[in-house]
């Protein structure tokens, strides 16, 4: 079945330090990819968005890169800040699913000052 | 603010009870999903609802069921408690079933089982 996997956290950083969050997956057909953030206490949200190979979704200084080849859609950010500490989640969306969401285990960020 | 709401946020209860958890989905929107979010299991797609039908199903036990009713909100029914279904139970909802579709997700019901 499909599959995501992203690496385990958590990542700490110091603000303005660069992020990757690297995600990859397995689905049969072309699914469609996301990126969710969780801040603490709250539900998820959107980050970020890519529904088909080369697309680049970008949000808030957060992009990722739909790479059909090597199967992967990393998380990146040039500059964090400490209100980007959360759990961030790589989630994918088959075509002969619904709209189901299967995420990843999450990653959870923190950053210092 | 998602447009989703849940209800209650948090719910205490013994094992071998039976809870319901209500979600309403953002306005005109027909899909709702239920996840459930474990520290052991992650988050893990439970059911998909589409206009009052069963849509799709993940790994929801036969303990829990739903429905969604004709004004589209949603019941997550969770019968015969025991201490591993203690978890935070999110609802989402979409305008439809695309695979591009975003789904909104609410705050979530945190569930323990005591």
Not at chain 1, 10 to 37: D, H, K, Q, R
Not at chain 2, 70 to 97: I, K, Q, R, V
Request: charged share 20%; net charge negative.
């Amino acid at each position: 079945g499909d599959s995501v996997t992203q690496m385990e956290g958590p990542v700490t950083l110091s603000e303005e330090a660069f992020l990757t969050i690297n995600c990859t997956y397995t689905a049969t057909g072309y699914p469609s990819l996301f990126w969710y953030v969780q801040y603490p206490g709250e539900g998820l949200q959107l980050l970020l968005k890519a529904t088909k190979a080369d697309d680049k979704g970008s949000n808030k200084g957060f992009e990722a890169t739909y790479r059909k080849e090597t199967t992967s859609f990393h998380l990146e950010k040039g500059s964090v800040q400490v209100s980007d500490s959360a759990v961030y989640f790589c989630a994918l969306s088959a075509k002969n699913a619904g709209n189901m969401l299967t995420f990843g285990g999450g990653t959870r960020l923190m950053v210092k000052p | 603010d998602s447009g989703v709401t849940q209800t209650p946020k948090h719910l205490i209860t013994a094992t071998g009870q039976r809870v319901t958890l209500r979600c309403s989905p953002r306005s005109g929107d027909l899909s709702v999903y239920w996840y459930q979010q474990s520290l052991d299991q992650g988050l893990q797609f439970l059911i998909q609802y589409y206009n009052g039908e069963e849509r799709a199903k993940g790994n929801i036990l036969e303990r829990f069921s739903a429905q969604q009713f004709p004004d589209l909100h949603s019941e997550l029914n969770l019968s015969s408690l025991e201490l591993g279904d203690s978890a935070l139970y999110f609802c989402a909802s979409s305008p439809g079933t695309g695979k591009n579709t975003e789904a909104f997700f609410g705050q979530g019901t945190r569930l323990t089982v005591v």
